[in-house]
T-cell receptor
Framework: KNEVEQSPQNLTAQEGEFITINCSYS?????LHWLQQHPGGGIVSLFM???GKKKHGRLIATINIQEKHSSLHITASHPRDSAVYIC?????????FGTGTSLTVIP | IAGITQAPTSQILAAGRRMTLRCTQD?????MYWYRQDLGLGLRLIHY???????GKGEVPDGYSVSRANTDDFPLTLASAVPSQTSVYFC??????????????FGPGTRLTVL
């Protein structure tokens, strides 16, 4: 079972484009994690948020707990942003991670 | 600064063999986790430990066991490996506060193939 839906599943963008990746979940949560998985497989934590918005460099994450939705935005995308982006709502005592959005940024 | 290390990096294993995947962190985090990642299924929690001496079952615990003798180490054991345990295994740690979700830091992963 997977209660987390990410869209789109795959995304190709031109360098410089503004990118939005969406994450929807079906049950109440207390927090949500955004991860980045590089082509080589390594996983990096991007954001952990429970309300509002967080910004780090060109990355912005927003969450609306009531609407059960979070978005990850990338401004001025660059080829080095090419990766899989994974969201993970936290419920009970664990994260339930989605299958990810595969992003390719073309020069 | 190592963060989290995992060993081995990859392993090919005959079905029925016993295998222990090692995970060590040097961040003094109280919580540690084992996930498996399979194509189309995402990261799924196998076992977790909120503090040394305690462990808990995640979403897919069958066929796996863990122990947490100290803060730094969290080994995952497959007692008798089966081909369906072919996967990439990630260890993670976090500073757990009050039962709330906290940022997780991941190891580099172990690619395991069971034949």
């Amino acid at each position: 079972k997977n209660e987390v839906e990410q869209s789109p599943q795959n995304l190709t963008a031109q360098e410089g484009e503004f990118i939005t990746i969406n994450c929807s979940y079906s049950v109440g949560i207390s927090a949500l994690h955004w991860l980045q998985q590089h082509p080589g497989g390594g996983i990096v934590s991007l954001f952990m948020l429970s309300s509002g918005k967080k910004k780090h460099g060109r990355l912005i994450a927003t969450i609306n707990i009531q609407e059960k939705h979070s978005s990850l935005h990338i401004t001025a995308s660059h080829p080095r942003d090419s990766a899989v982006y994974i969201c993970g709502p936290f419920r009970g005592n664990q994260f339930y991670f989605g299958t990810g959005t595969s992003l390719t940024v073309i020069p | 600064i190592a963060g989290i290390t995992q060993a081995p990096t990859s392993q090919i294993l005959a079905a029925g063999r016993r295998m222990t995947l090692r995970c060590t962190q040097d961040m003094r985090h109280n919580a540690m986790y084992w996930y498996r990642q399979d194509l189309g299924l995402g990261l799924r929690l196998i076992h977790y430990s909120n503090t040394a001496g305690t462990t808990g079952k995640g979403e897919v615990p069958d066929g796996y066991s863990v122990s947490r003798a100290n803060t730094d180490d969290f080994p995952l054991t497959l007692a008798s490996a089966v081909p369906s345990q072919t996967s990439v295994y990630f260890c993670a740690s976090s500073e757990l506060r009050g039962g709330l979700g906290s940022e997780q830091f991941f190891g580099p992963g172990t690619r395991l193939t069971v034949l």
